[in-house]
């Protein structure tokens, strides 16, 4: 299950991103952005994240995930096209080569903190 590591990646920046001045900080909300060939199964994700944040300020902290299609371009035509599976040859032209543009992230867009309690 891959998605343990990934998480332990997850929370690792999330930590190093709460200011450090804050006393018993308390995420609310990570933003994710993930790419449909990232191949992460959210639940799973959410599953090990749940674990490996018990008492840590992340713990409760719900995780909200953008899916990001696949896109390739055309090194050739420089057409753009979603697709559902990795392509390697210009579905229009038939020669171009084709680049990934997105699709394979994993990335945190931004982290909710909860108010400091007075
Ligand atoms: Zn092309």
Not at 32 to 44: C, F, M, N, P, W
Not at 85 to 102: A, H, L, T
Request: aromatic share 4%.
């Amino acid at each position: 299950m891959h998605e343990m590591g990934i998480a332990e990646e997850l929370v690792k920046i999330a930590m190093d991103a709460i200011p450090g001045d804050m006393t018993d900080p308390k995420v609310e909300i990570l933003n994710l952005r993930i790419g449909k060939l990232a191949s992460v199964v959210e639940h799973s994700l959410t599953f090990c994240f749940e674990i490996i944040t018990k008492d840590t300020p992340l713990e409760n902290a719900r995780l909200v995930i953008e899916s990001v299609p696949v896109k390739i371009c055309c090194k050739v035509c420089h057409q753009e096209w979603e697709v559902d599976s990795p392509m390697f040859k210009c579905p229009d032209c038939e020669i171009g080569e084709v680049e990934m543009i997105c699709g394979r992230e994993i990335e945190i867009t931004s982290i909710e903190l909860a108010d400091e309690k007075a």
